[in-house]
């Protein structure tokens, strides 16, 4: 498996997650667009787009950060234009960027809302609408293009709205998109599948939202960026339309120890904090 000369599109990407898949894709020698808003440090949450790029570059890729506030159409057009004039196409789009606001319906006022689903539905949405022209020739050209989109399985119980119901909606939008992509360009190539943590993944947003506790019952991002490796490399015309969890898609390729994963080392997989909107019938490895 390499992503080897490849160009990987990936929204938000200054921290967290997103960053940690443009590292495992970079250490094989991709190339890297970072399109965020992050551009100044900031004392709570560490991480802009140059410190990403500085990251990627280190680890072997080639980085372009771009200052792109995903809600903005004209931003995203030009940065996903800036990245496919750059490195001369576009092969994977990962959305990544997403906000997240867990509060019930009368807690959550429509600026909440709006931001919510302009990031996460609408933006994952608009970034696939510039980034597939792209993704149809890297397809035609090159034998496969992708979509991964960190969004969860569509599991329709109440028990997933009900405490916040316009974040579920937001999320659910992203895996929206999954589902309907998947069957739109299987013809041409493109893969479209969302990826999902098992259990809580210890990002700095997480750790400002939770502190250590939560921290500490949490996996590092590692294993998404992982899990995200083993999917990019699938063949497209073969995989797609799947709802992917971390865990289950290592597990597949032979892994069976997990605890390199953990936050705080030491920590047993029992006390790992679940994430929201798993099934029920998922595998336990536990």
Known sequence: MSLKGKTLFITGGSRGIGLA???????????????AKTA???????GTIYSAAADIEQAGGRALPIVCDLRDEAQ???AV??????????????????????????????????????????GTYMAGRYCIPHLKEAARERGGAHILTLSPPLDMRAKWFAPHVAYSIAKYGMSLCT???????RKDGI??????????????????AGGDPVVRASRKPEI???AAYVILNKPSREFTGQF????VVLHGEGMRDFSMYAAVPGTPESALAPDFFLPDDLPKFR
């Open 224 to 226: 998404m960026a992982d």
């Open 244 to 247: 992917c969890i971390d865990d």
């Open 21 to 35: 898949i443009a590292v495992r894709a970079a250490r094989d020698g991709a190339n890297v667009a970072i399109a």
């Open 76 to 78: 995203l057009a030009a």
């Open 191 to 208: 893969a479209a599948n969302s990826l999902w943590p098992r259990t809580a993944v210890a990002t700095a947003a997480l750790k400002l």
């Open 81 to 122: 234009e800036k990245t496919a004039s750059t490195f001369g196409g576009i092969d994977i789009l990962v959305n990544n960027a997403s906000a997240i606001s867990l509060t019930g319906t009368l807690a959550t006022d429509m600026k909440k809302y709006d931001l919510m689903n302009g990031i996460n539905a609408r």
């Open 40 to 46: 100044e440090p900031n004392a709570k949450l560490p």
């Open 179 to 185: 589902l309907g992509w998947a069957e739109e360009f």
